[in-house]
């Protein structure tokens, strides 16, 4: 059954529509947030309220562009806690974190070459401040991803009364506070792909790890807090089984099928 199902997914069009969204919002909202860490000769230095504007409204912006094709996930951190609460399945979150990296590399790639070589441009690496121990710098990275997570949980859940306003908009809002509360701290990444794309073309591996393991496990954090603690919805029986478990008839659950973002295309809509 499940290699009918992986089966039938790989063939499917809108699948590989949806892969082909990550990997292109991921390239261009990384191109135009690396972009703006660029420090051009003075006084045209890149200031950390002009990095968070371009960070988070470039990714509000591809969110809306792919939220109705992928579900506009343009992070790992966030498939991987789509997948572990089951909103999608290991192969599209696979084939989205592929082709969230690959977009992230072409981005920084293309800013790399696009730069005037007289320029000081090192792809905007993600590493922590002057002082910050790394393992100070592994906790920002929590703590930012857990509310991105979060919003991106809450934003999406189909059962809310509609708050208005953009939702897409909120997301990137996240992101942009985040940076312009904690970029000193940790570059503010919360996403490995972005900090891959960084540190393969500008050769800046400084606390990788960081970059990887605070994401995942914020965006974890983030979205089991939404699902068991914080969403109104929440049923006894989900309550009752582990955050990885599948769930089962008793759950009042919101499927991704039904999310304002859409985050699972189906061959049936």
Known sequence: MANESMAKELGSRRFWQAVLAELVGMFFFIFIGISSTTAWAPPIIPSQVQIALAFGLSLATFVHATAHISGGHLNPAVSVAFLLLHRITPLRCLAYSIAQCLGALGAAGMVYAITPTAVSNNVGPTTPGAGVEDWQAFL????????????????VDGKRASPGGSGPL??????????LGAIQYSGASMNPARSLGSAVVGGVWNAHWVYWAGPLLGGLLGAVTYDYVLDPNVSMGRLRRCPTCEYGDEDDYTTSDEMNLNAIPTESK
């Open 170 to 179: 909120a997301i990137g809002i996240a992101v942009l506070v985040a940076h």
């Open 140 to 155: 920002m990275e929590v703590c930012l991803t857990f509310q991105l997570v979060l919003v991106i949980f809450s934003t």
